[in-house]
């Protein structure tokens, strides 16, 4: 058990809805960052967070968003939802170590399934 | 951008050894990780390695680093069948805030 929880562990929706996943960082972590794993996409950074604030965003689309509260939470939400959004989308958490060391702690993940 | 790649798929038998390999472009490199996926689940870091070291012990682990060739490898003794699993490299280079995964080697080891 990592520490970091998500929620839910499965959804299914139908295209052109919205979802909210959500996930809870470890105790202290003040980093949060958000993962696609597709089959062909492999696994892709999308965004993170650190203490409220955006940090760094990667390969997020734009009907895509997040952001994270200030109890450190964050959520993801993805709207007008297509076929190919279909993945398994990881949260991880960290406390930077500084010079580049960070070790990412990763949640179970939420199985996203778009019909 | 940075690439890093991996080979797909890896078969051992149960009590040898195992080396999956994974090679990188961005040679800024600071850190270069190993997670592993087991089905149905999260990734977990098993072990890292700063740029400046060549090699890394962490009991059954080893992980080796040339530089030069811009070559990672993560080496486990006597394999299991526990051991089963994705395995991904990542690394994250100089001012860059977050990882760049591999395509993760399926280790499948045979009773």
């Known amino acids: 058990d990592s520490g970091v929880t998500q929620t839910p562990k499965h959804l299914i929706t139908a295209t052109g809805q919205r979802v909210t996943l959500r996930c809870s960082p470890r105790s202290g972590d003040l980093s949060v960052y958000w993962y696609q794993q597709s089959l062909d996409q492999g696994l892709q950074f999308l965004i993170q967070?650190?203490?409220?604030?955006?940090?760094a965003k990667g390969n997020i689309l734009e009907r895509f968003s997040a952001q994270q509260f200030p109890d450190l939470h964050s959520e993801l939400n993805l709207s007008s939802l297509e076929l190919g959004d279909s993945a398994l989308y990881f949260c991880?958490?960290?406390?930077?170590?500084?010079?580049?060391?960070?070790?990412?702690?990763f949640g179970p993940g939420t199985r996203l399934t778009v019909l | 951008g940075e690439d890093v790649e991996q080979s797909l798929f890896l078969s051992v038998r149960e009590g040898d050894s195992s080396v999956i390999n994974c090679t990188y472009t961005d040679s800024s490199s600071t850190y270069l990780y190993w997670y592993k996926q087991e089905p149905g689940a999260g990734l977990q870091l098993l072990t890292y390695?700063?740029?400046?070291?060549d090699m890394k012990q962490d009991q059954r682990l080893t992980v080796l680093l040339n530089k030069k060739d811009k070559h990672l490898s993560l080496r486990i003794a006597d394999t299991q069948t526990g051991d089963s699993a994705i395995y991904f490299c990542?690394?994250?280079?100089?001012?860059?805030?977050?990882?760049?995964f591999g395509t993760g080697t399926r280790l499948t080891v045979i009773p």
């Open positions: 967070y650190y203490n409220g604030e955006e940090r």
């Open positions: 390695i700063f740029s400046n070291m």
């Open positions: 990542a690394e994250i280079s100089t001012g860059a805030n977050n990882l760049f």
């Open positions: 991880a958490s960290s406390v930077p170590h500084g010079a580049g060391l960070d070790e990412q702690f």
